[in-house]
């Protein structure tokens, strides 16, 4: 492997005290910008960002064929994660439009609305597990309100995400789980897209209505394409924005000095969900190699698999001054959480507008809060989640 170095380490699987990913992910970075890990079937792993964002915009060579490392040829489809160009932008055309600023704008008094009945519920109690609570309820509620579905069906989703979550360590009993929840949510999509089809609603606030009358190459989406978009977009506004708010109250919680930073000044909260973005990047993402290929010296084969390590690449030192400590009001802050190429996450302005709102509104309600437990908080990997947050306050 010439001076990248040959480890076996397991991303997804290890369970450690919170911040101790970003710690072991520093020091793989550091020690090797690519490696070739062996864990699996084996893979190649970029560190540095400017690794991840050179392999992420050749997609002639890296392409999006399986996004996750561990698994080279899935059972499943993210569409339209799995389209390279330039048959991508065509699916992602009417996402774009859908999931644009200025659509978002129009769903962030619902947003708010929401962020203050989930706060509300719970803030009477002077404590709650932040993960299962408001962790679990808010990003629902506004995957149901930008998708146009009434809230009552936000129980059924989170069941379905929560068995879904585990499926990127590639195990088999995680994708078996998976596929299982996979199959309740698009069984559900399959149903409403036919309900929309016979019967339609206004396509400017039903979603499915709206992707069913969209177009692609002159022609109508096939079903199959229609739901395996709703059910990519359904697991990826709900999990990780789930895991992402977590790591925003739990900086907030343990580091109080920014906390008060925040609420003395609040228009500083949009910058300082940009560094949590960053400083606790949370999913990684991967490539299929199409051709042999010499990549800054590494020998990489058709058919291997080549994670971009995104959340090492977010805390590159070459990238930022200070890179692995947290910064609230750094800037400039060009990161590459949401990605670095046209499949840049279709859902980041959504994601930020909740994030932004989910942080002005809790603090709003609960100014003063602290970690309730003297045990280490714990977090796994993969996608990089704190398994509970456990929170308390005055009332």
Known sequence: MGDYGTVEVDLSLNVAPAGSHYLEIDRLREEHEIYWNT????????????????????????????????????????????????QHMKYRFPLNRWFSPPNVAKFSPALRESARLTVAEIVADGETDFTTTFGDRFPVRVFLTSMGQPLELADFFVSCVRRMSGATSGRPEDVERMMGAWGDIAAFWTKELADRQASPLDPDTDFVTYLAQSTIDGGPFTDQDMVDTLVTLTLGSLDTLKSMLSWCIYHLAKFPEDRRRLLDDPSMIPTAVEEFLRAYSIVPMARKVTQDVDFHGCPMKKGDM???????????????????????????????????????????????????????????????????TDEPLMAHGGQISLMSLPLAWDV
């Not at 930022?320 to 800037?331: H, P, T």
């Not at 190429?341 to 932004?356: K, N, T």
């Open 39 to 86: 864990y699996a079937q084996g893979y190649w792993v970029l560190n540095r960002a400017a690794h991840v964002r050179e392999a992420s915009q050749n997609p002639e060579v890296f392409s999006n064929h399986s996004i996750v490392a561990t698994d080279p040829d899935p059972a499943y489809r993210f569409l339209p994660s799995f389209v390279d160009p330039p």
């Open 306 to 372: 080549v994670m971009l390590n995104i959340p090492a690449a977010a805390r590159d030192p070459h990238e930022f001054v200070d890179a692995d400590k947290v910064i609230i009001d750094r800037k400039p802050n060009r990161h590459i959480t949401f990605g670095a190429s046209e499949h840049r996450c279709v859902g980041s302005h959504l994601a930020r507008a909740e994030l932004v709102i989910a942080v002005e509104e809790w603090l709003k309600a609960i100014p003063d809060f602290h970690i309730a």
